[in-house]
């Protein structure tokens, strides 16, 4: 990734919109960004990174609030926008804070945009501009999270040291996602789920053959005999006696369910013949009962012959009577019509007198009505007359409704046109007060600029004597720890300068030991030792002066460690005391300084914010005042208006109240009003409709009552003319009737009623009559049937053979039921010794598989002695390539003296270890913890690591393009040599084509380095930028 053009708006200390164009830079990769403390040099940084990751460069800045610009006006948004290339492709990325604007509750205006350049075009780099799917977009391109970022591109003041000093876990982390080993990662998951199923297979294999063998107890009877039972009645069982137990108790059965098979049989043929037997004699019993119930039911049918005789003879008249009865039905329907006409012509002879009398009504009420027609005419005229009155008495009401309008608008006009002048008085006061307080106020705030300033300056004053107070203790510190270690050392050396010399003595003496006369000595060669050494039991060992040895260079190492920390301060305490004298403060009493500076700043922060409310008051005050003006303008162009509007009303009320009282006098007074008059007119219609209606009702009554005479006379002649055709025709009809009955042998009338039945009571004769015949023959037929079969036979004792049907039946069930609940019980055992040794043999499988995966699992995720895990191994051999790319350049740095190595040490409480660092010291050929080196080695060795990484990932391409670095601070703690070694180290990296910027004091960098980003705070207090290229 390397960055084309950074667009910052209200961000940090800068006010406005601030572009950093890196394109400027031309050929030079390498810069350095400088400017004084507080201007806003790291704030480039936190603009890139907030860019790309949503979030500053430093943890110490993680709230978007603390980004936004205090300068920035209220409608400006805070934003960073990045315009970076990656892999040859050129992206954009926008992101824009919301806040809330003064007046409202809620933060507007946030706004977030990723794309790729084509060209002129730009395609999105995400579905939905939205922060998750852009931040995961981001991961996804740079290959590196906001973490990460942090440690191996920007490094940020402390933060990149964290990768040197960092746990395993982090470093796993980085290498993870850089090398991407995620797999691993993934293949470990993958195993504790397979063994977890497999553990879980393998139990629920264990539990269902645990449950098959104590459905043993539960499906099989417990015998006292049966070794299967005595073996799963223990506690604890083995399966395999469980098995052989089952197939000894599988033998018992088989031959259990034989002997019963064999005795079922014999049972069954034995039931079989007393059922026939039984079967046989029932039958007899049965039929010699049928027969004497059938000749019972013969002699009572024979008994009813006299009423069957006389049911066939009132069934022969009742069919002679059903040929009559179609005259009969035709004779009492002419005898209905005559009777029905008679009545109907008499209904006629009253409506014939009705209706004469109605047309004689009708002639009088004619006649009435006739006379009438004066009356009419009357009611006619007066109508006409009111409704030619009406529309004046109508045009009367407009006018007197329009004059009362017209003095309601007058009035109302008058009171706006009060109001108006009220108002534009109290418009010009407040006006005038504002302007009043706008002038007090702008005299006020002429000294706001001054004190803002003198307040900055004070609290940089501040920090410079606040941070001097701070390196004055800490060297105090200091110089109580080398006393302290001073002390411990030279206790150390004195301890060991004295038993070296009880090693040398005591060596002396093994020496002399050896020694005899007339022998040489191997030191001074002499032939005579008169006075050898003696031995002592105090001579020391070698191991112990090894040990004191160590303890001696620990101490050593310790002074000057705190030694080096010392000068290193003292270089601080000197560049902070040039800092305070170019201030033009003296660095005397620097406390009382400092508590009259702070107080000092505190008096001005008061003042300055007591201005910068004014200020506020004053813009509101203008604000207030201008809108005073428009509305002042407003109100008299108001006033303007209803003025002309009320003469104009004036004149037209006066107009119309002449008209109305010249329409007022050509009316009669009791129709002045539209009420009166409109009831005088429906008065007049209610009279007139009345009269027509009932002249219009006496014509139509008197044509209906002619009408109804005349139909009512035609009607009556017509039917008696019917009724005498109708008289003839009974008559004719009752001759006929009496020929049949003669025919039919029936001398009155009355023998005809009594002999007839319905259709339904004649079927019904006829149908008992052919049952009783039919019962009479199948009766006789059946007696002689059954009397044929029962000749010559006996009658058996039902009774005895039921009994023995009973016995037999009872014995061949218990055999019956006993084989076949012995049979279920070899069933059973049959397949539950199946599942048995199915289940065991298949849990015994899953067992074996669950070890393996256990053992793999455990392999791959670490849990060995040396708590290394198979990623973790893999990640070790990246590590140490990045290792031996960093000592490269550490060597060069530290003069020889240091080497980073992988540290052999386990991690504490079972923690997984592997990618810890040590640092080798060639000086005293021991290896250390990192975290012991002083500051100046640190920033070393951790730009040293950063620098290998970004070689090895660059040399292996895991989806990761770095081309670009920046480094904030730590210059300061190298000594002359170390930071021109430093200096080449970097001027190296830009020749391979990277970009580095560096954040630095140090004067010796800006001027080896030719490319300078210039940071400068304003008068006013924010800053801007400007690249220098000399």
């Known amino acids: 990734m390397k960055p084309l053009k950074l667009t910052l708006s209200a961000f940090g200390p800068y006010k406005d919109k601030e572009i950093i164009d890196f394109e400027e830079l031309e050929n030079n990769r390498l810069f350095v960004i400088s400017g004084k403390t507080g201007a806003g040099k790291t704030t480039i940084f936190d603009g890139i990174s907030f860019a790309l990751y949503g979030a500053a460069s430093g943890e110490d800045r993680e709230s978007d609030q603390m980004l936004r610009s205090d300068f920035a006006h209220d409608d400006v948004h805070t934003s960073a926008e990045l315009l970076f ?10 992101r824009q804070l919301g806040h809330v604007k003064q007046g409202n509750k809620t933060a507007t205006g946030d706004r977030y945009e990723f794309v790729k350049i084509n060209g002129n075009k730009e395609e999105p780099c995400v579905d939905r ?31 990149f040291r964290k990768l040197l000093t960092s746990k395993t876990e982090n470093k796993e982390e980085i290498l993870r996602r850089i090398f991407k080993t995620e797999d691993y990662q993934k293949l470990n998951e993958h195993l504790r789920r397979k063994k977890e199923q497999a553990q879980k297979d393998s139990e629920e294999e264990l539990n269902m053959r645990n449950h098959y063998i104590k459905e043993i107890s539960a499906k099989l009877p417990n015998r006292e005999e049966s070794l299967l039972f005595q073996v799963v009645n223990q506690a604890f069982y083995n399966v395999n006696q469980v098995i052989a137990g089952m197939d000894e108790e599988k033998v018992f059965y088989q031959k259990r369910v034989e002997q019963l098979s064999s005795e079922k049989e014999q049972l069954s043929k034995q039931q079989e013949k007393v059922t026939a037997q039984y079967h046989e004699a029932k039958s007899i019993h049965e039929k010699d009962q049928e027969l004497q119930t059938k000749r019972s039911q013969l002699v009572e049918l024979e008994r009813q012959g006299k009423v069957i005789k006389e049911k066939e003879e009132s069934l022969k008249l009742a069919e002679k009577a059903s040929q ?29 007198l009705k209706a004469k009398e109605a047309l004689a009504k009708a002639e009088t009420t004619y006649n009435e009505e006739k006379n009438k027609e004066s009356d009419r005419e009357k009611a006619k005229t007066h109508l006409q007359q009111l409704e030619d009155l009406y529309p004046k008495v109508q045009s009367l009401k407009q006018r007197e409704d329009k004059v009362k309008y017209l003095a309601d608008q007058l009035s109302q006009s008058e009171k706006a046109l009060k109001q108006s002048k009220e108002n534009l008085q109290q418009l010009q006061i407040k006006r005038d007060e504002n302007q009043k307080r706008i002038n007090e106020f702008e005299e006020a705030l002429q000294s706001l600029h001054m004190k803002q300033q003198q307040l900055q300056e004070e609290r940089e004053k501040y920090r410079l004597f606040k941070n001097y107070i701070d390196l004055l203790n800490a060297k105090e510190s200091l110089n109580q720890k080398l006393q302290h270690y001073g002390d411990e050392f030279k206790a150390k050396k004195k301890d060991q300068e004295q038993l070296e010399q009880q090693w040398i003595e005591s060596q002396a003496a093994v020496l002399a030991h050896q020694l005899h006369d007339g022998e040489s000595c191997p030191v001074c060669g002499s032939l005579e030792h008169p006075n050898k050494q003696m031995n002592t039991s105090e001579a020391p060992s070698k191991h112990q002066l090894e040990a004191l040895r160590k303890q001696v260079d620990e101490a050593q190492a310790n002074y000057s460690r705190v030694e080096g920390q010392l000068e290193a301060k003292e270089h601080e305490i000197e560049r902070a005391e040039e800092q305070i004298r170019s201030s033009g403060e003296s660095i005397d009493q620097p406390e009382k300084t400092l508590t009259k500076v702070q107080d000092l700043g505190s008096e001005l922060a008061k003042e300055v914010k007591r201005l910068t409310d004014q200020q506020q008051q004053l813009e509101q005050i203008k604000e207030e005042t201008n809108s005073l003006e428009e509305q002042i303008k407003q109100v008299q162009e108001q006033k303007e208006q209803y003025e002309r509007h009320y003469y104009n009303l004036n004149a037209d009320h006066q107009s119309e109240e002449r008209a109305y009282y010249e329409h007022l006098e050509v009316i009669p007074e009791r129709l002045r009003s539209i009420k009166q008059i409109e009831a005088e007119i429906e008065s007049t219609k209610s009279e007139l409709n009345q009269l027509e209606q009932q002249w219009a009702q006496a014509q139509k009554v008197l044509e209906e009552a002619k009408n109804n005479l005349t139909t009512i006379e035609t009607t009556f002649e017509s039917t008696q003319t019917h009724l ?36 339904s009571e004649r079927q019904t004769l006829k149908r008992e009559i052919d049952d009783y015949k039919q019962s009479i023959k199948m009766l006789s037929e059946r007696i002689k049937e059954l009397e044929k079969q029962l000749e010559g036979k006996d009658k058996p004792d039902l009774e005895a053979l039921e009994e023995q049907l009973k016995s037999v039946k009872q014995q061949y069930e218990e055999v019956f039921n006993l084989y076949n609940m012995n049979v279920r019980y070899l069933e059973d055992l049959i397949n539950l010794r199946e599942k048995i040794e199915q289940t065991h043999e298949a849990a015994a499988e899953k067992e074996k598989k669950l070890n393996q995966l256990a053992d793999l699992y455990n392999l791959v995720r670490g849990q060995n002695e040396q708590k290394l895990s198979f990623e973790r191994y893999l990640q070790i051999e990246y590590l140490e390539q990045i290792i031996e790319a960093a000592n490269e350049r550490l060597r060069r740095l530290s003069n020889g003296q240091y080497y980073l190595v992988r540290s052999s040490r386990q991690e504490a409480r079972g923690r997984q270890s592997g990618l810890g660092l040590d640092v080798y010291d060639a000086y005293t050929g021991q290896a250390r913890d990192v975290k012991s080196l002083s500051g100046g080695e640190k920033f070393n060795a951790s730009l040293c690591l950063a620098l290998g990484m970004s070689d090895v990932i660059q040399s292996f391409q895991g989806g990761v393009s770095i081309e670009t670095m920046f480094i904030d601070e730590g210059f300061g703690s190298l000594d002359d040599e170390s930071l021109n070694k430093a200096i080449d180290t970097l001027v190296d990296l830009q020749k391979s084509g990277r970009m580095i910027g560096v954040i630095s004091h140090v004067q010796e960098l800006k001027t080896a380095i030719p490319a300078i980003l210039e940071v400068r705070k304003t008068k006013d207090g924010y800053s801007e930028s400007e690249f220098v290229v000399n």
Request: cysteine-free; proline content about 2%.
């Open 85 to 94: 290339e990656l892999n040859g492709e050129v992206y954009r990325i926008l």
């Open 129 to 159: 501009q939205i922060v998750s799917e852009i931040n995961k977009r981001v991961e996804e391109l740079v290959g590196l999270t906001k973490e990460q970022f942090r440690q191996i591109v920007m490094l940020p003041q402390g933060e």
């Open 324 to 352: 009559i009865e179609p005259y009969e039905k035709q004779l009492e329907e002419i005898r209905g019509e005559v009777e029905q006409k008679q009545h109907y012509e008499k209904q006629l002879q009253e409506q014939l």
């Open 724 to 759: 005498e055709e109708l008289k003839g025709k009974r008559l004719r009809y009752e001759e006929m009737f009496k020929e049949q009955l003669a025919q039919a042998s029936f001398e009155h009338v009355n023998d005809y009623q009594q002999s007839k039945k319905a259709e």
